[in-house]
């Protein structure tokens, strides 16, 4: 597998279906006054973001294409491209 | 008791959108009840089931994605499973509901539950929904994978039901007395066992699952439509534009029939009964009072049924995505948007509805400013003062001077409450921004019967309130009003000579630079209780200070001969702030388990309030 192959969830393409690979609960960006690491990987472990599940970005926010909507398995869930890019991918 | 009457205690979990409400409404029908848990105002939902020989309470309890108790609904389900909510038994049995069509998923809750050890059965829910899309489940084996019985059901219809209330006459004695969890204190399962639950799920769901079936479309192409980058917000304002004039001109209908039901009521009674204290009460104290509440029940129901609707329907969840950038600007995220829409109702369900926020300080910046979005309550107030003080002139494509003003007024509303969340994020409830993740549950034709009961159950608190709070307030009026009588030859009308006169005298300097008068302090006294019983308390103090002409002329001819435009105008100002409702102080105060949360809101309420009258009517003074 090579490196290039990953990107994150944050920053995939509308409608490109791509497979989970880690998910590293940490932020592209290091803002502060963010919830911290651990607890971003616990609360998308609740919402079903698991290794190896399978995810594609249907729609985009109305201003600055964010938040965006991502299928994931059944389930539609809206999250924010924040927090998406602690979701790695391959395509 | 005999033994056979021992009712066994049924607890209802499940993920939100897993169906399970409409499974309890399904199970329980019309047997159910709602009651507040104790000390919350989150609604306890039970009901109970005989069947044969064996009574089963069924308790619903708040949707919720794992045990670990995020938001404030999710605690009570942690609690009540764990069987540590204070006043309330262990539940002797758990009924785990999961979505078919999303087996994966679900199944990790059903584990996390199955992991704590307290016995349990699974409702397959939405088989049928499964079934049309082509998949199929091997349920024995589902069972067999779980040691628990597994039952498909389809909570819309009564089919599936019939199943799971037999099973449960047959197996929940057993269940009941099997091992319950030991005493050891309960740990959320760590982020390594948490995966481990979920690959486990995925493994049973996995073998379990024949036919996978193929997905319906229909959702996505109505995102397609209704989250477009450009159609969706245009959409969006749509929707709202058309509910509030759904409000409006549905209403006037009921509205009508109701004034004059109470008009007719009083020359009934005004014939047929003598002069006197008592006919003097139940028509200018208890009919007018109460009337002039009544009045608004169309109004409610209407905005109440259309909110209910917007939310079964699956489409709030969207009107949430569509708003979190906005909501983001402030420090809050999209799920806030759905309470503030419920505030405009009124502030109480929309600040019970903030449980669903699980951060805290988000929780309590949309709390204290819910009761900024223009509430029903106030609708009475803005209808009667623009009727009388703004012309009814047409100003551009058929849109009246009238109608623009009280836009502006709800758009005020909302701009404040944006504003003041900006600046709370920034100062008193300062903290970490928090995630969004929220589930955009699939589009489904709302439930009537559903939304049918959610309408009834609104309705009834309302006319509770109108039948004690205000009943009561409009009685006390009258007496404070009505006494001490004026003496033998007095020139003034008899209201100045009154307890309420001197009341209303005493605090009018207060409120003389923003131009209220006496009548006005009398009339938000009683405000205080309930926004909308300022106007009825109006008409009480003008048909009793004026002459019976005065009686018989509409209030708003009456207020438009004896208030200047600023003074009219800086009400208004002021009731866009209203810092005067009970019972959204009283919510707060059993939302923030804390005097000091209602105390601050009714602080920063009335200064914002005295501000913008004082200004209204300063400008308004020189300007004319």
Known sequence: MEADDLQTLGDLAVGEPAQIVKIIGQGADDKPGRIDEVELERRLLEMGFLEGEEVEILHEGPVGRDPIAVRLGGMVIAIRRFEARAVIVKV | ?624
């Open chain 2, 1 to 624: 008791m005999s033994v056979s009457e021992v009712a066994y205690r049924l607890a209802l979990v499940g993920s939100p959108n897993s169906g399970k409400t409409s499974l309890f409404n399904a199970l329980t029908g019309a047997r159910q009840k709602v009651a507040n848990y104790p000390g919350v105002t989150v609604e306890r939902r039970s009901g109970r089931i005989k069947t044969g020989d064996v009574v089963v309470d069924v308790i619903d309890l708040p949707g919720s994605y794992s045990l670990r108790g995020r938001s404030p609904d999710e605690e009570i389900t942690r609690d009540f499973v764990l069987g540590q909510f204070a006043g309330e038994a262990p539940p002797d049995v758990i009924l785990c509901v999961v979505d078919a069509t999303n087996l994966r998923h679900h199944l990790r809750l059903a584990l996390e539950l199955k992991a704590y050890g307290r016995p349990m059965l699974l409702a397959l829910n939405m088989m049928d929904l499964a079934q049309r899309r082509g998949m199929e489940i091997d349920v024995e084996k589902l069972s067999q994978e779980l040691a628990m019985p597994v039952v498909p059901t389809v909570a819309v219809r009564k089919a599936g039901i019939e199943a799971l209330v037999q099973r449960l006459s047959l197996d929940i004695k057993s269940l009941a007395e099997s091992d319950q969890p030991s005493d050891e204190p309960w740990q959320p399962p760590s982020i390594a066992e948490f995966r481990h639950l979920h690959g486990e799920a995925r493994r049973i769901a996995q073998a379990v699952i024949v036919k996978e079936g193929m997905a319906s479309t229909v959702s996505r192409q109505l995102d397609d439509v209704l989250l477009h980058p450009l159609l969706g917000p245009v959409i969006l304002l749509a929707v709202l534009f058309l509910m509030f004039q759904a409000v409006f001109t549905l209403a006037e209908m009921p509205m009508n029939l109701i004034d004059s039901g109470v008009v007719w009521l009083q020359e009934v009674l005004g014939r047929s009964l003598p002069a006197g204290p008592l006919r003097s009460l139940l028509l200018h104290g208890i009919l007018a009072g109460v009337g002039s509440v009544l009045i608004f029940l169309p109004q409610i129901s209407i905005l109440f049924l259309l909110i209910l609707l917007l939310e079964g329907s699956g489409y709030m969840a969207r009107a949430a995505f569509l708003m979190d950038k906005l909501m983001a600007a402030v420090g809050l995220n999209g799920r806030a948007f759905i309470p503030l829409l419920s505030s405009f109702a009124c502030a109480v369900p929309g600040i019970m509805a903030t449980r669903t926020i699980d951060n805290p300080r988000d929780r309590l910046t949309t709390i204290l400013v819910a009761p900024l979005m223009t509430c029903s309550a106030r609708l009475p107030v803005y209808t009667l003062l623009i009727a009388a003080f703004v012309p009814n002139t047409t100003i551009f494509f058929g849109a009246g001077m009238q109608g623009l003003v009280m836009f502006a007024l709800y758009l005020t509303g909302v701009v404040f409450a944006l504003l003041v969340a900006a600046v709370l994020k920034r100062t008193v409830t300062r903290g970490s921004s928090q995630p969004l993740l929220m589930e955009l549950p699939s589009y489904k034709v709302p439930q009537v019967s559903q939304v049918l009961l959610g309408v009834w159950t609104r309705v009834k608190i309302f006319l509770k309130r109108a039948g004690t709070i205000i009943l009561g307030i409009m009685i006390i009026l009258w007496a404070l009003a009505s006494y001490p009588a004026p003496p033998p030859g007095a020139t003034e009308s008899a209201v100045t000579y009154s307890l309420a006169g001197m009341m209303g005298r005493a605090l009018a300097p207060l409120f003389a630079p923003i131009g209220f008068n006496w009548e006005i302090m009398i009339a938000l006294i009683p405000g205080l209780a309930a926004r909308e019983v300022a106007v009825a308390a109006l008409g009480t103090v003008y048909a009793l200070s004026g002459s019976e002409d005065a009686v018989v002329e509409s209030l708003s001819q009456v207020l438009r001969a004896s208030w200047s435009l600023p003074t009219a105008l800086a009400l208004l100002a002021w009731y866009v702030f209203a810092p005067q409702c009970v019972a959204t102080l009283v919510a707060t105060r059993r939302e923030t388990n804390s005097w000091q949360w209602p105390a601050f809101m009714f602080t920063y309420l009335i200064v914002l309030a005295y501000a913008a009258a004082w200004i209204t009517y300063r400008v308004t003074l020189a300007l004319t």
